[in-house]
C-alpha cells in the first residue's frame, strides 16, 4: 500500500507541473522583477519539495482527515476561490476581512477576536503592501482610501 505521504506528493507534483505550466504562459519578460519570476521559483520549489517527498516519505504513519475536517477544509478552500473572484470588485480590505473572518471561525476562534482581528489585520496589510511598499491593491468599494 502506498504511503500517505507520497499520495500526497503525487497530488502536490501534479498541481506543481501545472502551476509552472501556467506561469511559463504568463506574457511577459523575463525579468527579475514581473509578474513571471516568482511563480517560476515557486513552482520549481514545490516540485522539488514533492519530489523529495515522493520519494523519501516521511517514517510516521499519517491518517487522512475524518469527516469534520473534511468540511473544514472545503469550507476554507471555497472561502479563498470567492476571496480569488471578488478580490478586484469589493476591494482588498473587505474581501481580506471577510475571508479571514471565515478562516478564523472555521478553526475555532474565539468569537469575540474575530471581527477585530480579522479587520486590524486587513487594514494593516493595506496600509504596509499599498502605501508603505507601493504595491497597488485593489480599493474597490472603499474607492476613496
Known amino acids: 500500500m502506498i504511503k500517505s505521504d507520497r499520495k500526497y506528493a ?12 501556467s506561469a511559463y504562459t504568463l506574457d511577459t519578460d523575463f525579468d527579475p522583477t514581473n509578474e513571471k519570476f516568482y511563480p517560476l521559483v515557486l513552482s520549481l520549489l514545490m516540485i522539488l519539495s514533492s519530489l523529495v517527498l515522493l520519494f523519501f516519505p516521511s517514517a510516521h ?8 475536517n473534511w468540511q473544514k477544509i472545503a469550507l476554507t478552500f471555497s ?7 471578488i478580490l478586484h470588485k469589493v476591494g482588498f480590505i473587505i474581501s481580506a476581512s471577510v475571508l479571514m473572518a471565515i478562516c478564523m471561525w472555521v478553526f475555532n476562534a474565539e468569537k469575540r477576536w474575530i471581527l477585530p482581528t480579522s479587520l486590524i489585520t486587513s487594514v494593516s496589510f493595506y496600509l504596509v503592501f499599498d ?14 482610501l
Open 10 to 21: 503525487l497530488v502536490m507534483l501534479l498541481l506543481s507541473i501545472t502551476y509552472a505550466v
Open 61 to 68: 504513519t499519517a491518517t487522512w482527515p475524518n469527516w469534520q
Open 79 to 85: 472561502a479563498i476561490l470567492v476571496y480569488s473572484l
Open 131 to 144: 502605501r508603505l511598499l507601493g504595491l497597488n491593491l485593489p480599493a474597490g468599494l472603499l474607492g476613496f
